[in-house]
């Protein structure tokens, strides 16, 4: 089967075109302004989340660390147990991350109060003793672990 000269030139403009309206309706999130963006509370420049981020040239491993978290809480109070939460104010690797971190202390029959997290997730670890905790959805369902066991 012999190809005219005219095919030939038509079908690689109909592909050069397609592949050009393909790079231009291309449907992906443009790349991230910043892989990271350290809290940086001397400079005002580009603020993302409300915190202004940090020179990317002068981003250290310390703003990924944090011993906020390392010392117990007072727990002498009527719930007996206290939190202590990590902002980006205090732990700048968190900016734009979309993630919080907290250390709550409970004593022995503690409580922490029911509390929300719209649009969030909580995650727990134990260190030792036991902890009843659940959750309720926005359907009102209720989801319980009646202990969760720690080391």
Do not use: W
């Amino acid at each position: 089967m012999k190809i005219s000269r005219q095919t030939v030139v038509v079908i690689a403009f109909l592909l050069a075109y397609f592949s050009t309206l393909t790079k231009l309706c291309s449907a992906g999130d443009p790349d991230n302004i910043y892989d990271t963006c350290p809290t940086d509370k001397t400079h005002q420049k580009i603020f993302i989340n409300g915190f202004p981020c940090k020179d990317p040239t002068n981003v250290l491993a310390s703003d990924f660390k944090s011993s906020i978290l390392n010392e117990a809480g007072d727990t002498d109070n009527f719930y007996r147990s206290s939190t202590t939460i990590a902002t980006a104010s205090e732990f700048p690797g968190l900016n734009t991350l979309g993630l919080s971190a907290a250390r709550t202390d409970i004593e022995v029959d503690g409580m922490v109060m029911p509390h929300a997290h719209p649009r969030a997730s909580e995650m727990m670890f134990v260190r030792s003793g036991d902890v009843v905790a659940g959750f309720v959805d926005s359907n009102n369902k209720v989801f319980q672990k009646a202990r969760i066991l720690g080391l």
